[in-house]
């Protein structure tokens, strides 16, 4: 739920403004298209789901969109000039707290859910997982080491286009040696999703097999979504740690080499980003 919600602001946010507020609006519904294709839930579980994401949505209007708009605020003042890293790890330490409150009403919502879910959706669930694994697999394993680079080069240079505007040679070079060093490799990639499914199935067949309350389900759900964050074993969780700290360090170098009309570009699109989310705060 948490991860659909995530990706689909994200998505909005690069295709523009007005699609930030037409999709918000969406969100109960789209999520909840989502979910029943991942899960495929029965008439009695597809309304209770419905009523979480619907309570979920206003929960998260009402209490977060005044903290997203005014982190953009800042965000909009601080990408005129040059950054240095330790203010975008903090922005990004900012946005982790923000993710945190956002799934413990998510976990809240979702436990009366997972409680209802029974072997043949979780069955359903782990074969979506195989299929969608398929496809991610193509997407980030096919080829060599520089096919590799290649296709992530398309996709960071794209993002970062459409914030920035177009991005000169110098700043397409530092791209590529950035994702040349990174410390995130393809394989690696997979083997933590399928640590991660394996982590959320498994707590699912746990809750039902045992017959929970909603209290332990919450406590269970909220135990993967921290493992998920900072995986249990010390060598997984330093890996974290320093490819968070690689992802601070590379946005704060290509930010220091853009010019002013591109700075101007990202802080106008983050005005308008803000003015969205306040527009969506009025009643």
């Not at 597809?46 to 953009?72: C, G, I, N, V």
Request: aromatic residues 8%.
């Amino acid at each position: 739920m948490i991860r659909y919600l995530l990706a689909l602001l994200a998505f909005l946010a690069l295709q523009g403004c007005s699609a930030i507020k037409l999709g918000y609006q969406q969100l109960p519904t789209l999520s909840y298209w989502w979910l029943d294709s991942a899960i495929s839930f029965n008439s009695e579980q597809s309304l209770r789901a419905k009523e979480a994401l619907e309570q979920m949505h206003q929960w998260h209007r009402r209490e977060e969109l005044t903290s997203y708009a005014d982190f953009l605020q800042r965000s909009a003042l601080w990408s005129q000039g040059t950054l240095e890293s330790t203010q975008v790890c903090s922005a990004f330490t900012e946005v982790q707290t923000r993710l945190d409150r956002l799934m413990r009403e998510a976990v809240r919502q979702a436990a009366p859910v997972a409680m209802m879910l029974g072997p043949r959706q979780l069955s359903h669930l782990a074969r979506q997982w195989d299929s969608k694994n398929e496809e991610w697999e193509k997407d980030w394993l096919r080829g060599d080491e520089q096919a590799r680079i290649e296709r992530r080069m398309e996709r960071v240079t794209g993002r970062y286009s459409d914030f920035y505007g177009s991005l000169n040679a110098e700043q397409t070079s530092l791209i590529k040696s950035q994702l040349a060093q990174s410390q995130w490799t393809a394989e690696w990639g997979r083997r933590d999703r399928q640590r991660r499914q394996r982590d959320l199935l498994a707590t699912l067949q746990r809750v039902t097999q045992n017959q929970m309350t909603a209290a332990q389900t919450e406590a269970e759900l909220w135990g993967v979504w921290q493992r998920w964050l900072k995986p249990p074993d010390a060598a997984g969780a330093a890996l974290m740690q320093a490819m968070s700290l690689q992802a601070c360090n590379n946005l704060t170098q290509l930010h220091n080499t853009t010019s002013s009309e591109q700075r101007q570009r990202a802080t106008r699109r983050m005005r308008a980003y803000e003015r969205d989310l306040r527009d969506l705060i009025k009643p």
